[in-house]
């Protein structure tokens, strides 16, 4: 049989499988396993950021809370990390601004853009290794950040911890 042959009948399907050896089961089953734990953990992660700027006002939110769903595009989500993670910062940074606490800087947006542009040269070969780990370090620690942040603006707008932002019903 020719290498580049697909087997044409049960039989030879069955004897070139059967060939593999069993690690390789093993080493796809784990590739299967972490693939879809990768995609439930950024399935969470884009829900997260949708409710961090679902907890700011309508009029200092940008972009809209849905759009952090558009991370979840496989290429599109790179770009849009440019987009989501500084500008959700930017919202906090708005909205503590009106209440005039400035004490919680620039909310997150360093390790936000660091985390983007971490994400970009993770796709590089001969990079890629090493800037990816960084982006889930950087993109855990942006998380916590707003994620304590927009307990502060629920304190801020007076809104129970499960509720939507107050203002948001104007």
Not at 138 to 145: E, H, V
Request: aromatic residues 12%.
């Amino acid at each position: 049989m020719d290498p580049l042959d697909l087997p044409q009948t049960p039989e030879e399907w069955q004897e070139l499988l059967g060939a593999l050896p069993p690690q390789f089961w093993w080493m796809l089953a784990a590739l299967v396993f972490l693939s879809c734990l990768l995609l439930v953990l950024h399935v969470i992660f884009s829900y997260m950021l949708y409710l961090c700027l679902e907890a700011v006002p309508k009029e200092d939110r940008e972009p809209d809370s849905w759009q952090a769903f558009l991370l979840l595009i496989p290429l599109v989500g790179l770009v849009w990390n440019f987009i989501v993670y500084p500008k959700l910062a930017q919202s906090y940074q708005r909205v503590f601004a009106r209440f005039e606490r400035l004490e919680f800087g620039d909310c997150g947006h360093g390790i936000g853009m660091g985390y983007a542009i971490c994400m970009v040269l993770g796709i590089l070969p001969l990079v890629g290794l090493l800037p990816m780990l960084v982006a889930m370090v950087l993109q855990l620690m942006y998380l916590l950040r707003v994620w304590n942040l927009r307990k502060e603006i629920r304190a801020l707008s007076g809104s129970p911890p499960g509720a939507p932002a107050a203002s948001n019903y104007r």
